[in-house]
């Protein structure tokens, strides 16, 4: 975990996370879900927001995207810096966005989320791969906390899961989409949706023994 002493360095990838406050659930329903999704797109850029979602990939972006997951009470973001103090600015405009709307919405004051986003530098390229599945494969722990050293669930049914869970950007990949995500800023792990599977299903096995 960073506490962000140093600069965050162009080109180089980020895990970055952050939960509610007091762990409290952070999205509620569908819309606070695609609210927050919307926001990874329209805070992406160094103007105060895009003008219109669907000329996003018309503007100069600050940073890339390779992998997102909402969770009930957190989120996970795989982020690359495209500007000087891209990642800052971008996370700044997205909590404090999301923060003004859901407090508006559910009526409350103070501080959403729990302090500062926390980043840690993905260097290897061994915990690079691990990070893209670890981001798709984090809703299972609504179908079982312990699905990992559990064998509750068949393969099937947890793959099923996953391609049903609809705040993630596993759909982006399932469907060779490009959305949020920009894949051509990440290393060509899965240059297909098959590859793509085989990867996330390879963690069920393991999960059966």
Same mark, same amino acid.
């Given at each position: 975990m960073s506490n962000r002493l140093h600069a965050f360095i162009n080109n180089e990838i980020y895990h970055i996370y952050n939960r509610g406050n007091s762990k409290q659930v952070i999205y509620q329903d569908a819309q606070d879900h695609e609210y927050f999704i919307n926001l990874l797109l329209v805070m992406n850029t160094e103007k105060r927001v895009a003008s219109r979602v669907n000329k996003v990939k018309d503007i100069e972006n600050i940073v890339d995207i390779?992998?997102?997951?909402?969770?009930?009470?957190?989120?996970?973001?795989?982020?690359?810096q495209q500007k000087d103090d891209g990642i800052i600015?971008?996370?700044?405009?997205?909590?404090?966005?999301?923060?003004?709307? /859901?407090? !508006?919405?559910? !009526?409350r004051t103070g501080g959403l989320f729990e302090g500062r986003f926390k980043s840690k530098h993905i260097g290897e390229?061994?915990?690079? !791969?691990?990070?893209?599945?670890?981001?798709?494969?984090?809703?299972?722990k609504l179908l079982d906390e312990n699905w990992k050293t559990k064998a509750r669930y068949?393969?099937?049914?947890?793959?099923?899961?996953?391609?049903?869970?609809?705040?993630?950007?596993?759909?982006?990949? /399932?469907?060779?989409?490009?959305?949020?995500?920009?894949? !051509?800023a990440f290393p060509d792990y899965f240059p297909t949706?098959?590859?793509?599977?085989?990867?996330l299903v390879s963690w069920f096995s393991l999960g059966e023994k």
């Open positions: 390779g992998a997102y997951c909402l969770m009930p009470n957190h989120f996970h973001i795989m982020i690359k600015l971008f996370m700044r405009k997205v909590s404090t966005a999301y923060a003004m709307y /859901y407090n !508006k919405k559910y !009526k390229d061994r915990y690079l !791969k691990y990070l893209f599945s670890y981001i798709h494969l984090n809703p299972l068949p393969s099937i049914d947890m793959f099923k899961f996953l391609t049903l869970y609809m705040h993630s950007s596993f759909g982006e990949y /399932y469907r060779n989409e490009e959305i949020v995500i920009n894949k !051509k949706t098959s590859s793509f599977i085989k990867e």
